[in-house]
């Protein structure tokens, strides 16, 4: 009996390992589920990369029914990646030396996984899933970009007419540190290495030197940064002691808005530099039910126009800010965006070691 192919997406995150399958020429038969990460089994200590990945395949292992055949499967790392320079073959498809989850730095997680699979079904059958890695905010923007127009784009007589008028989405995942991805007429800016927006500039205020000191970016301690003063390490940081559930909970509404007044600053740079018709933030940082409104208002107050009593007239989406900044809807839409990346890696490139999908990328972004 020839068995069915299925390709798999495992999404980690600090808290969980995310899991999905899918046969692997329709998005028909997509199955999700999560288990938890090493970190939360064990709170206080550092990310496991093997064991996650170890996690991840027991999950997609439970997740495959008898008879299917693992054809390939997308690992979604957190980045940055050391290289995108295929020729590199020393670097290529390691975790880069400054990733912000140490325990990730400078491995090769697709080496690691390929030890599982044939561990897990042989040494023959376990040569034969392709493996590929790709990025958390670049997943998780192709998930929420199709959740968002995904029935559009399938239904559309003129596909590229249709992903113009859409116009140019910004997804943030705002967590440990804070990422976001672009995409701009149906495709991803960058591919693998996103907009690494965490170590943008951005200005201090009200902070007291000490504070300053404490928060200082080990990549280039002489100036601060979005990812030093206002990602949940950042808040860690801070104030000693708070974990997320603590910051999920939090009625400290200077707090809050201080961290919102920073992820801010960054959001109103790329919107002048980008024009975004919307803005989709995600990550644990908006957990907390006063962050996104938080945001949105600082946002607003940065881009209006003081000169003119409208906001600022070259960005007419801001007009209605409720619509132009949104928070993410579907936790899994990282794990889901990864599945398609992989679905159209395997159709448009044919190019077995391209571990990552940087080329397919740049080919478009239509359902299967
Ligand atoms: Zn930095």
């Given at each position: 009996?020839?068995?069915?192919?299925?390709?798999?997406?495992?999404?980690?995150?600090?808290?969980d390992?995310?899991?999905?399958?899918?046969?692997?020429?329709?998005?028909?038969?997509?199955?999700?589920?999560?288990?938890?990460?090493?970190?939360?089994?064990?709170?206080?200590?550092?990310?496991?990369?093997?064991?996650?990945?170890?996690?991840?395949l027991?999950?997609?292992?439970?997740?495959?029914?008898?008879g299917?055949?693992?054809?390939?499967?997308?690992?979604?790392?957190?980045?940055?990646?050391?290289?995108?320079?295929?020729?590199?073959?020393?670097?290529?498809?390691?975790?880069?030396?400054?990733?912000?989850?140490?325990?990730?730095?400078?491995?090769?997680?697709k080496?690691?996984?390929?030890?599982?699979?044939?561990?897990?079904?042989?040494?023959?059958?376990?040569?034969k899933?392709?493996?590929?890695?790709?990025?958390?905010?670049?997943?998780?923007?192709?998930?929420?970009?199709?959740?968002?127009?995904g029935?559009?784009?399938?239904?559309?007589?003129?596909?590229?007419?249709?992903?113009?008028?859409?116009?140019?989405?910004?997804?943030?995942?705002?967590?440990?540190?804070?990422?976001a991805?672009?995409?701009?007429?149906?495709?991803?800016?960058?591919?693998?290495?996103?907009?690494?927006?965490?170590?943008?500039?951005?200005?201090?205020?009200?902070?007291?030197?000490?504070?300053?000191?404490?928060?200082?970016?080990?990549?280039h301690?002489?100036?601060?940064?979005?990812?030093?003063?206002?990602?949940?390490?950042?808040?860690?940081?801070?104030?000693?002691?708070?974990?997320?559930?603590?910051?999920?909970?939090s009625?400290?509404?200077?707090?809050?808005?201080?961290?919102?007044?920073?992820i801010?600053?960054?959001?109103?740079?790329?919107?002048?530099?980008?024009?975004?018709?919307?803005?989709?933030?995600?990550?644990?940082?908006?957990?907390?039910p006063?962050?996104?409104?938080?945001?949105?208002?600082?946002?607003?107050?940065?881009?209006?126009?003081?000169?003119?009593?409208?906001?600022?007239?070259?960005?007419?989406?801001?007009?209605?800010?409720?619509?132009?900044?949104?928070?993410q809807?579907?936790?899994?839409?990282?794990?889901?965006?990864?599945?398609?990346?992989?679905?159209?890696?395997?159709?448009?490139?044919?190019?077995?070691?391209?571990?990552?999908?940087?080329?397919?990328?740049?080919?478009?972004?239509?359902?299967?």
């Amino acid at each position: 009996m020839t068995k069915q192919n299925v390709i798999a997406s495992a999404y980690f995150a600090s808290d969980d390992v995310i899991f999905a399958v899918r046969n692997d020429e329709s998005s028909k038969g997509l199955r999700v589920d999560r288990l938890a990460s090493a970190e939360r089994k064990r709170p206080g200590h550092q990310a496991n990369m093997e064991e996650d990945l170890n996690t991840a395949l027991v999950g997609i292992q439970r997740l495959m029914k008898e008879g299917e055949a693992l054809k390939a499967v997308v690992l979604i790392c957190p980045g940055p990646f050391m290289t995108i320079n295929k020729s590199d073959l020393e670097d290529y498809g390691k975790i880069g030396r400054n990733a912000e989850v140490k325990n990730w730095r400078q491995k090769n997680p697709k080496e690691a996984f390929r030890g599982l699979l044939l561990q897990a079904f042989g040494d023959e059958e376990g040569r034969k899933p392709v493996i590929y890695i790709y990025n958390q905010a670049g997943a998780t923007a192709v998930g929420e970009y199709m959740r968002l127009y995904g029935d559009q784009i399938r239904h559309a007589d003129s596909p590229g007419k249709l992903l113009k008028n859409i116009g140019s989405h910004l997804f943030v995942v705002a967590d440990a540190s804070i990422d976001a991805a672009l995409i701009t007429d149906g495709e991803p800016y960058h591919g693998l290495s996103t907009m690494n927006v965490g170590h943008h500039a951005v200005l201090p205020v009200g902070e007291n030197p000490a504070t300053l000191d404490n928060l200082q970016c080990a990549a280039h301690p002489g100036r601060p940064c979005l990812n030093s003063l206002a990602s949940l390490n950042a808040v860690k940081r801070r104030w000693p002691g708070t974990h997320y559930e603590d910051f999920k909970a939090s009625d400290d509404l200077e707090k809050l808005s201080l961290i919102a007044f920073y992820i801010a600053q960054m959001l109103a740079n790329v919107t002048l530099t980008t024009t975004p018709a919307k803005i989709i933030i995600g990550g644990r940082i908006v957990d907390n039910p006063h962050m996104t409104n938080f945001i949105r208002e600082h946002l607003v107050r940065l881009l209006q126009d003081h000169e003119w009593p409208e906001i600022y007239p070259g960005y007419p989406d801001l007009q209605t800010p409720d619509d132009f900044l949104q928070q993410q809807e579907d936790r899994d839409s990282g794990v889901k965006g990864g599945l398609h990346v992989l679905a159209r890696v395997l159709v448009k490139d044919n190019n077995k070691d391209n571990i990552a999908s940087f080329d397919a990328y740049k080919k478009g972004l239509f359902p299967l």
